[in-house]
């Protein structure tokens, strides 16, 4: 400070005019710095919020590095440290339990028509992984068992039940019980009904709802779900869905995709809980990141 003072007396000036001049200078330099400050701090999240986000979902398995809802793709969300990985169940014509998240079977098989059409014989005969790379052509649809077994012991399984009615719920129960692990178990609730059902039949499982509306928030909580998914198209005014959740007790989970830089920062502003992605390994190195500090854009 007193070399700049001493340079501006050089160029001449009083020095109630370098006093001012200073003052001046001072306060732009304060109030940059607070800027600056500001802009940091509300574009990084604390290393809390990416603590906090100790559940890590593989969306229908390692689903952008292997074709999804395919035993490849569970076995890679197995491979890099994902906590859950998250399958479609729904029912064949022979009324057996199968993995595919769409109900038709024209996006991910080399066949057509609803996949509700087809015995569960028949549908494990289509390639369920050529679309997705030639590198797994034959890849089959999996049943439900093939999946439970796959993960026992190994990483936690979140069935997003696709349909309703105690038969369908009761075999969902009888096939965790026999060939997984309830207690490693995640329900994918999609209805009040079904969450009351799932906490009388399965009481070991986690319960993560699948709600329809904002408003339904407290019911599913009422019901016994322990984590509540919001869609962030929700929060696009405000986050008082979060807030709703937050005031219930549950725990949080959100959508993500990519688990890029970007999205998980823009994610953990609400503080989750639970994310899910395509791409589990990067998501999980991107958490990692944000809860060093690393915020640099790679």
């Known amino acids: 400070m007193r070399i700049v003072m001493h340079q501006l007396a050089r160029k001449g000036g009083n020095k109630t005019m ?8 001072i306060a732009t330099t304060a109030l940059s710095l607070c800027l600056v400050t500001s802009v940091v701090c509300a574009a990084s999240p604390s290393s809390d919020a990416a603590a906090k986000a100790k559940q890590i979902i593989a969306h229908r398995g390692a689903s952008a590095e292997r074709p999804e809802c395919t035993l490849a793709a569970v076995q890679r969300a197995i491979e890099v440290g994902a906590t859950a990985v998250e399958v479609d169940v729904r029912t064949s014509r022979d009324g057996q339990l199968f993995i595919l998240h769409d109900t038709t079977l024209d996006r991910t098989t080399n066949a057509k028509g609803p996949a509700n059409a087809w015995t569960l014989e028949q549908l494990q005969q289509l390639d369920a992984g050529s679309w997705f790379d030639a590198a797994y052509r034959g890849e089959r649809i999996p049943s439900l068992i093939e999946a439970a077994k796959l993960c026992r012991g190994k990483i936690d399984l979140l069935l997003d039940l696709k349909e309703q009615g105690d038969e369908y719920d009761r075999q969902v129960v009888r096939i965790i019980r026999e060939h997984g692990k309830p207690s490693q178990t995640i329900v994918g609730v999609r209805s009040v009904p079904q969450a009351k059902r799932f906490r009388e039949l399965l009481p070991e499982a986690k319960q993560l709802a699948l709600i329809p509306t904002v408003d339904d928030i407290e019911a599913f909580a009422a019901a016994g779900a322990d ?14 869905p979060v807030k709703r959740v937050r005031a219930t007790g549950k725990r949080l989970h959100l959508n ?18 639970s994310l899910s992605s395509d791409d589990p390994q990067k998501l999980k190195a991107t958490l990692q990141r944000i809860a060093n500090g690393d915020l640099e854009s790679r």
Do not use: K
């Open 227 to 240: 984590c509540i998914r919001v869609w962030l198209r929700w929060l696009d005014e405000n986050d008082e």
């Open 256 to 273: 993500g995709t990519t688990g890029s830089l970007d999205e998980t920062l823009a994610l953990l502003v609400h503080q989750p809980n």
């Open 18 to 25: 370098i006093v001012q001049r200073m003052q001046s200078l």
